[in-house]
């Protein structure tokens, strides 16, 4: 059993960088669009590194951190916060199911 250990430096030195910096580089790929480095698939940029995306469930904090190939999204609250990556989700709809229930739950307090 071994372990890999990812040091933000193998990421932010060309991360949205020319091609050139990334040729060759096992954790960033060139994109075809925009001709700049960026995350490799099912990765995910967060501001220093470029981290596996998540599964099911799991907690998140940005839009793109939750497995797209798994048709995963990142949720939101109604407070406007990423929580948690669920499957098939449209962020409008748990946004008005929440602001629904919130409603409901004040209307049978009274």
């Known amino acids: 059993v071994g372990s890999v ?18 040729q060759g580089n096992r954790y960033q790929t060139c994109s075809s ?15 220093s ?7 099911e469930n799991a907690a998140c904090s940005q839009i793109d951190a939750c ?10 609250n109604s407070y406007g916060e990423f ?6 989700i449209n962020l ?3 946004s008005v199911n929440e602001n629904f229930s919130k409603h409901r739950s004040d209307r049978d307090n009274l």
């Open 92 to 94: 409008f709809t748990i």
């Open 67 to 76: 497995r797209s190939d798994l048709n995963l999204s990142c949720v939101m």
């Open 49 to 55: 590194m470029c981290p596996l995306q998540l599964f």
């Open 5 to 22: 250990i990812l040091s933000a430096s193998l990421y932010a030195s060309m991360y949205n960088q020319s091609c050139s910096a990334c």
């Open 33 to 47: 669009t925009t001709n700049k480095c960026q995350c490799s698939g099912n990765s995910y940029w967060n501001g």
């Open 83 to 88: 929580t948690q990556c669920l499957i098939g």
